[in-house]
Protein backbone atom coordinates (compact mmCIF):
# COMPACT_ATOMS: atom_id res chain seq x y z
CA UNK A 1 0.00 0.00 0.00
CA UNK A 2 1.58 3.47 -1.10
CA UNK A 3 0.89 6.56 1.13
CA UNK A 4 -1.80 8.20 -0.13
CA UNK A 5 -1.49 11.66 -1.42
CA UNK A 6 -3.89 13.32 1.13
CA UNK A 7 -1.30 12.39 3.55
CA UNK A 8 1.63 13.26 1.63
CA UNK A 9 0.31 16.74 1.49
CA UNK A 10 -0.11 16.73 5.13
CA UNK A 11 3.21 15.39 6.07
CA UNK A 12 3.99 18.52 3.55
CA UNK A 13 2.79 21.33 5.88
CA UNK A 14 3.71 19.51 8.64
CA UNK A 15 7.44 19.71 7.33
CA UNK A 16 7.10 23.13 6.48
CA UNK A 17 5.43 24.88 9.62
CA UNK A 18 7.97 22.82 11.68
CA UNK A 19 10.71 24.42 10.04
CA UNK A 20 8.71 27.81 10.56
CA UNK A 21 8.00 27.20 13.97
CA UNK A 22 11.57 27.13 15.00
CA UNK A 23 12.71 30.18 12.97
CA UNK A 24 9.79 32.07 14.90
CA UNK A 25 10.32 31.28 17.97
CA UNK A 26 14.42 31.31 17.73
CA UNK A 27 15.46 34.80 16.53
CA UNK A 28 13.68 36.86 19.51
CA UNK A 29 15.70 34.60 21.68
CA UNK A 30 18.50 37.08 21.95
CA UNK A 31 15.69 40.06 23.20
CA UNK A 32 14.51 37.36 26.28
CA UNK A 33 18.45 36.53 27.34
CA UNK A 34 18.81 40.26 27.58
CA UNK A 35 16.02 40.52 29.76
CA UNK A 36 16.86 37.44 32.00
CA UNK A 37 13.42 35.72 31.50
CA UNK A 38 13.84 32.08 31.97
CA UNK A 39 10.39 30.62 31.29
CA UNK A 40 10.54 32.36 27.90
CA UNK A 41 14.04 31.29 27.27
CA UNK A 42 13.33 27.57 28.34
CA UNK A 43 9.92 28.07 26.29
CA UNK A 44 11.77 29.05 23.17
CA UNK A 45 14.71 26.31 23.86
CA UNK A 46 12.32 23.17 23.72
CA UNK A 47 9.67 24.37 21.19
CA UNK A 48 12.40 25.47 18.84
CA UNK A 49 14.12 22.02 19.50
CA UNK A 50 11.28 19.51 18.86
CA UNK A 51 9.82 21.95 15.92
CA UNK A 52 13.78 21.27 14.36
CA UNK A 53 14.12 17.49 15.18
CA UNK A 54 10.22 17.08 13.87
CA UNK A 55 11.31 18.46 10.64
CA UNK A 56 14.68 16.23 10.41
CA UNK A 57 12.68 13.83 11.12
CA UNK A 58 9.74 14.19 8.54
CA UNK A 59 12.62 14.99 5.74
CA UNK A 60 15.04 12.03 6.36
CA UNK A 61 11.30 9.24 6.44
CA UNK A 62 9.35 10.93 4.35
CA UNK A 63 8.64 7.68 2.42
CA UNK A 64 10.66 4.92 4.47
CA UNK A 65 10.88 3.47 7.46
CA UNK A 66 14.63 2.61 7.50
CA UNK A 67 16.54 2.67 10.02
CA UNK A 68 18.89 5.36 8.43
CA UNK A 69 19.94 7.33 11.45
CA UNK A 70 20.48 5.14 14.73
CA UNK A 71 22.39 7.43 16.76
CA UNK A 72 19.77 10.28 15.91
CA UNK A 73 16.85 8.20 16.92
CA UNK A 74 18.42 7.56 20.61
CA UNK A 75 18.99 11.13 21.09
CA UNK A 76 15.40 11.68 19.68
CA UNK A 77 14.00 9.34 21.63
CA UNK A 78 14.87 10.77 24.91
CA UNK A 79 14.81 13.92 23.93
CA UNK A 80 10.56 13.66 22.90
CA UNK A 81 9.50 13.34 25.90
CA UNK A 82 11.75 15.90 27.88
CA UNK A 83 10.76 18.23 25.55
CA UNK A 84 7.27 17.75 25.76
CA UNK A 85 7.24 18.05 29.90
CA UNK A 86 10.12 20.82 29.22
CA UNK A 87 7.37 23.44 27.39
CA UNK A 88 5.15 22.36 30.03
CA UNK A 89 7.57 23.55 33.22
CA UNK A 90 8.27 26.57 31.09
CA UNK A 91 5.11 27.49 30.86
CA UNK A 92 5.02 27.15 34.72
CA UNK A 93 7.79 29.30 35.28
CA UNK A 94 5.47 32.29 33.16
CA UNK A 95 2.46 31.36 35.30
CA UNK A 96 4.42 31.54 38.35
CA UNK A 97 6.52 34.56 37.42
CA UNK A 98 4.29 37.23 36.38
CA UNK A 99 1.96 35.89 40.02
CA UNK A 100 4.69 36.94 42.01
CA UNK A 101 5.11 40.51 40.12
CA UNK A 102 1.32 40.82 40.40
CA UNK A 103 1.45 40.53 44.04
CA UNK A 104 3.70 42.00 44.90
CA UNK A 105 4.87 46.09 45.64
CA UNK A 106 8.38 45.92 44.89
CA UNK A 107 11.64 44.09 43.38
CA UNK A 108 15.16 44.09 44.72
CA UNK A 109 17.76 42.87 43.23
CA UNK A 110 18.71 40.50 45.90
CA UNK A 111 14.88 38.82 45.22
CA UNK A 112 15.34 38.67 41.79
CA UNK A 113 18.41 36.54 41.93
CA UNK A 114 16.23 34.31 43.73
CA UNK A 115 13.84 34.24 41.68
CA UNK A 116 15.83 33.37 38.74
CA UNK A 117 17.09 30.19 40.77
CA UNK A 118 13.85 29.18 41.52
CA UNK A 119 12.62 29.66 38.00
CA UNK A 120 16.05 27.36 36.53
CA UNK A 121 15.27 24.85 39.13
CA UNK A 122 11.08 24.63 38.44
CA UNK A 123 11.68 24.81 34.52
CA UNK A 124 14.81 22.43 34.53
CA UNK A 125 13.87 19.73 37.22
CA UNK A 126 10.62 18.03 35.65
CA UNK A 127 12.72 17.17 32.20
CA UNK A 128 16.14 15.90 34.11
CA UNK A 129 13.71 13.71 35.87
CA UNK A 130 12.39 12.04 32.81
CA UNK A 131 15.99 11.08 31.92
CA UNK A 132 15.69 8.62 34.94
CA UNK A 133 11.97 7.44 34.65
CA UNK A 134 12.69 6.50 31.19
CA UNK A 135 14.19 3.48 31.56
CA UNK A 136 11.23 2.38 33.99
CA UNK A 137 9.24 3.23 31.06
CA UNK A 138 10.48 2.78 27.79
CA UNK A 139 10.20 -0.90 26.22
CA UNK A 140 13.08 -1.19 23.16
CA UNK A 141 15.18 1.20 21.47
CA UNK A 142 13.02 3.26 19.71
CA UNK A 143 10.15 2.44 16.46
CA UNK A 144 10.33 4.25 12.99
CA UNK A 145 7.33 5.41 11.10
CA UNK A 146 6.77 6.04 7.99
CA UNK A 147 6.52 9.50 6.75
CA UNK A 148 6.84 10.88 10.66
CA UNK A 149 10.34 9.28 11.37
CA UNK A 150 11.74 7.62 14.87
CA UNK A 151 9.95 7.75 18.33
CA UNK A 152 10.57 6.72 21.54
CA UNK A 153 8.75 3.15 22.11
CA UNK A 154 6.92 3.58 25.13
CA UNK A 155 3.92 1.39 26.28
CA UNK A 156 1.24 2.65 27.60
CA UNK A 157 1.78 0.86 31.19
CA UNK A 158 0.71 1.77 34.69
CA UNK A 159 4.63 3.10 35.34
CA UNK A 160 4.42 5.57 32.07
CA UNK A 161 0.80 7.07 33.33
CA UNK A 162 2.03 7.97 36.71
CA UNK A 163 5.68 8.52 36.00
CA UNK A 164 4.75 10.74 32.73
CA UNK A 165 1.45 11.41 32.06
CA UNK A 166 -0.06 12.37 34.92
CA UNK A 167 2.16 15.00 35.11
CA UNK A 168 0.94 16.93 32.54
CA UNK A 169 -2.17 17.74 34.13
CA UNK A 170 -0.44 18.42 37.41
CA UNK A 171 1.50 20.64 35.80
CA UNK A 172 -1.15 21.99 34.30
CA UNK A 173 -3.39 22.26 37.44
CA UNK A 174 -0.90 24.11 39.55
CA UNK A 175 0.07 26.76 36.25
CA UNK A 176 -3.92 27.23 36.07
CA UNK A 177 -3.90 28.25 39.86
CA UNK A 178 -1.00 30.72 39.06
CA UNK A 179 -3.05 32.64 36.54
CA UNK A 180 -5.90 32.72 38.53
CA UNK A 181 -4.16 34.08 40.89
CA UNK A 182 -2.58 36.55 38.36
CA UNK A 183 -5.58 37.49 36.40
CA UNK A 184 -7.25 38.65 40.51
CA UNK A 185 -4.34 40.30 41.23
CA UNK A 186 -4.25 43.06 37.95
CA UNK A 187 -8.20 43.33 38.02
CA UNK A 188 -7.93 44.42 41.94
CA UNK A 189 -4.53 46.42 41.72
CA UNK A 190 -4.30 47.34 37.97
CA UNK A 191 -2.53 51.11 38.86
CA UNK A 192 -0.23 49.31 41.79
CA UNK A 193 1.19 47.11 38.80
CA UNK A 194 1.57 49.62 36.05
CA UNK A 195 3.23 51.66 38.47
CA UNK A 196 6.06 48.88 39.38
CA UNK A 197 7.19 48.90 35.71
CA UNK A 198 9.86 52.10 35.43
CA UNK A 199 10.70 52.81 31.89
CA UNK A 200 14.25 51.59 32.60
CA UNK A 201 13.02 48.15 33.22
CA UNK A 202 13.82 44.93 31.33
CA UNK A 203 10.38 43.73 31.30
CA UNK A 204 8.09 46.00 30.31
CA UNK A 205 4.29 46.49 30.80
CA UNK A 206 3.32 45.54 27.45
CA UNK A 207 5.48 42.38 27.42
CA UNK A 208 3.97 41.80 30.99
CA UNK A 209 0.76 41.91 29.52
CA UNK A 210 1.54 39.33 26.80
CA UNK A 211 2.97 36.66 28.74
CA UNK A 212 -0.22 37.12 31.00
CA UNK A 213 -2.07 36.42 28.19
CA UNK A 214 0.62 33.40 27.31
CA UNK A 215 -0.11 32.19 30.75
CA UNK A 216 -3.81 32.15 29.99
CA UNK A 217 -3.67 30.27 26.63
CA UNK A 218 -1.89 27.05 28.74
CA UNK A 219 -4.07 27.30 31.46
CA UNK A 220 -7.09 27.10 28.91
CA UNK A 221 -5.43 24.78 26.71
CA UNK A 222 -2.83 22.53 28.72
CA UNK A 223 -4.70 20.86 31.31
CA UNK A 224 -7.78 19.81 29.29
CA UNK A 225 -5.59 18.25 26.09
CA UNK A 226 -3.39 16.16 28.96
CA UNK A 227 -6.78 14.85 30.06
CA UNK A 228 -7.75 13.78 26.62
CA UNK A 229 -4.63 12.12 25.76
CA UNK A 230 -4.73 10.58 29.06
CA UNK A 231 -7.85 8.96 27.78
CA UNK A 232 -6.51 8.13 24.62
CA UNK A 233 -3.56 6.25 26.37
CA UNK A 234 -5.98 4.29 28.61
CA UNK A 235 -7.69 2.99 25.81
CA UNK A 236 -3.93 1.34 24.41
CA UNK A 237 -3.23 0.15 28.08
CA UNK A 238 -0.65 -2.52 28.15
CA UNK A 239 -1.38 -4.34 30.86
CA UNK A 240 1.76 -4.67 33.56
CA UNK A 241 3.84 -8.02 33.88
CA UNK A 242 7.37 -6.93 34.91
CA UNK A 243 10.64 -5.36 33.67
CA UNK A 244 11.03 -8.63 32.31
CA UNK A 245 7.81 -8.76 29.98
CA UNK A 246 8.72 -4.37 29.54
CA UNK A 247 12.32 -4.38 28.18
CA UNK A 248 12.07 -8.04 26.08
CA UNK A 249 13.99 -7.83 22.88
CA UNK A 250 15.14 -4.27 24.45
CA UNK A 251 17.48 -3.63 21.34
CA UNK A 252 15.08 -4.11 18.57
CA UNK A 253 13.41 -1.20 16.36
CA UNK A 254 9.94 -2.00 15.45
CA UNK A 255 9.77 -0.08 11.90
CA UNK A 256 5.97 0.60 10.45
CA UNK A 257 4.96 1.52 7.37
CA UNK A 258 2.15 4.45 6.94
CA UNK A 259 -0.87 1.55 6.62
CA UNK A 260 0.19 0.07 9.99
CA UNK A 261 0.00 3.29 12.21
CA UNK A 262 -1.98 5.67 10.59
CA UNK A 263 -5.01 4.94 12.46
CA UNK A 264 -2.89 5.91 15.51
CA UNK A 265 -3.12 9.55 15.49
CA UNK A 266 -0.93 10.10 18.97
CA UNK A 267 2.30 11.00 16.93
CA UNK A 268 0.47 13.23 14.66
CA UNK A 269 -1.21 14.76 17.57
CA UNK A 270 2.40 15.21 19.75
CA UNK A 271 3.71 17.39 16.27
CA UNK A 272 0.46 19.62 15.64
CA UNK A 273 0.80 20.52 19.56
CA UNK A 274 4.65 21.46 19.42
CA UNK A 275 3.82 23.58 15.89
CA UNK A 276 0.82 25.49 17.70
CA UNK A 277 3.30 26.37 20.33
CA UNK A 278 5.41 27.82 18.53
CA UNK A 279 2.84 29.83 16.29
CA UNK A 280 1.09 31.17 19.84
CA UNK A 281 4.26 32.08 21.37
CA UNK A 282 4.79 34.51 17.65
CA UNK A 283 1.28 35.68 17.86
CA UNK A 284 1.80 36.80 21.35
CA UNK A 285 5.50 38.28 20.60
CA UNK A 286 6.44 38.31 17.03
CA UNK A 287 4.60 41.96 16.38
CA UNK A 288 6.26 43.62 19.43
CA UNK A 289 8.58 46.96 18.07
CA UNK A 290 11.72 44.21 19.35
CA UNK A 291 10.48 41.38 17.23
CA UNK A 292 9.89 43.29 14.14
CA UNK A 293 13.63 44.78 14.09
CA UNK A 294 15.12 41.28 14.90
CA UNK A 295 12.67 39.30 12.10
CA UNK A 296 14.22 42.57 9.92
CA UNK A 297 17.81 41.73 10.47
CA UNK A 298 17.54 38.48 10.46
CA UNK A 299 15.23 38.66 6.52
CA UNK A 300 18.63 41.07 5.93
CA UNK A 301 20.98 38.71 6.60
CA UNK A 302 19.12 36.19 4.85
CA UNK A 303 18.88 38.35 1.72
CA UNK A 304 22.64 39.14 1.62
CA UNK A 305 23.50 35.32 1.67
CA UNK A 306 21.24 34.50 -1.06
CA UNK A 307 21.97 37.24 -2.90
CA UNK A 308 25.74 38.13 -2.34
CA UNK A 309 26.30 40.13 -5.49
CA UNK A 310 22.75 42.33 -5.58
CA UNK A 311 24.33 45.28 -3.60
CA UNK A 312 27.68 44.88 -5.40
CA UNK A 313 26.29 45.36 -8.66
CA UNK A 314 23.97 48.32 -7.81
CA UNK A 315 27.22 50.07 -6.68
CA UNK A 316 29.03 49.24 -10.20
CA UNK A 317 26.15 50.62 -12.10
CA UNK A 318 25.99 54.05 -10.03
CA UNK A 319 29.80 54.72 -9.74
CA UNK A 320 31.21 55.09 -13.31
CA UNK A 321 28.46 57.76 -13.94
CA UNK A 322 29.50 59.72 -10.49
CA UNK A 323 33.38 59.16 -12.13
CA UNK A 324 32.19 60.68 -15.36
CA UNK A 325 30.53 63.67 -13.64
CA UNK A 326 33.69 64.37 -11.65
CA UNK A 327 35.68 64.08 -15.10
CA UNK A 328 33.50 66.26 -16.76
CA UNK A 329 33.11 69.02 -14.06
CA UNK A 330 37.02 68.69 -13.79
CA UNK A 331 38.04 69.03 -17.50
CA UNK A 332 35.08 72.46 -17.22
CA UNK A 333 37.18 73.98 -14.83
CA UNK A 334 40.17 73.61 -16.71
CA UNK A 335 39.42 75.00 -19.60
CA UNK A 336 37.75 77.64 -18.06
CA UNK A 337 40.96 78.91 -16.28
CA UNK A 338 43.14 78.69 -19.30
CA UNK A 339 40.38 80.92 -21.34
Request: charged share 15%.
Amino acid sequence: MSIPRSWDVHQGFLTGLSLLGFILVMIPLPWFVKARNIGCILYIFWVGLLCLFTFVNDVLWRDNARNLAPVWCDIWARLQPMGSIGILSAGLVIARRISNIATTTSLSVDSERREWCIDCLIGMSPPASQIISFYFVQGHRFNIYEGLGCYAAVPNSILFICLTSIWYIIIGLISAVYCARTLYAVFKRHQQIRDLFSPTSEVSLHQYYRLIAMATVEMCCTTPLSIFDLVEVSRGYYPWRGFEDLHSGFDRVDQWPYELWATNLSNIRSQWYQIGCAFIFFALFGFSAEACNRYRHAFGVVTKVIFPHKRHSRGHTKQPAVDSLVFEQCHTNMSASQV
